[in-house]
């Protein structure tokens, strides 16, 4: 199962939009995750009608409207695999430890908020923490970017797509 990982749109700003290759990445994953910061609900609905199921949180910046209609924390179910998706993880410090502590029964957690890309991995590689930073605004990361993961028997591995825009 081919995941399809954003964060941070922060749209409608600005005149910015999804670069081509991100809305291309979305179209063609069996399943989208957004880590929050979509802004409006336009943009959500925008990203769900590309097709694929979106499973989503709210972020700190959503409307009032998006807090209303998306949860903080969920949990999502890709190929026997249990990923959890919030928006802000806290502090960098012990950041992994305390997101396998808060979601014991999950092989990751997505999350987004500080717009820098990251992928780490417990000592034994079977828990993970991703950020896909932004697509749109990558503030002090070099890049805009987006994440890719595969989802099977029970893991799932992930991979950080660097766009041009």
Known sequence: MELAIISDT?????????????????TSADL??????????????????L??????VRGNVDSVELQARLPLTRIVEAAGARIA?????????????RLRRR?????AVVFGHSHMPLLELDR?????????????ERRRSPHHTMGVATAADG???????????
């Not at 600005?14 to 990445?25: F, M, Q, S």
């Not at 989208?32 to 009608?49: N, Q, W």
């Not at 097709?51 to 989503?56: C, D, L, M, R, Y």
């Not at 034994?124 to 749109?136: E, L, V, Y």
């Open 103 to 107: 979601f014991p029964d999950t092989q």
């Open 10 to 26: 922060h749209m409608p700003r600005r005149g910015r939009a999804l670069p081509r290759e991100c809305v291309k990445r979305l």
């Open 155 to 165: 893991r799932v591995a992930f991979e950080l797509v660097t766009l041009g825009h």
């Open 124 to 136: 034994d590689g079977r828990f993970a923490i991703f950020n896909p930073g932004s697509p749109t």
């Open 85 to 97: 998706i919030v928006h802000d993880a806290g502090p960098a410090t012990g950041r992994l430890e």
């Open 32 to 49: 989208i995750l957004h880590a929050g910061d979509f802004m409006e609900a336009s943009v959500l609905e925008e990203i769900a009608a």
């Open 51 to 56: 097709g694929p199921p979106v499973h989503a």
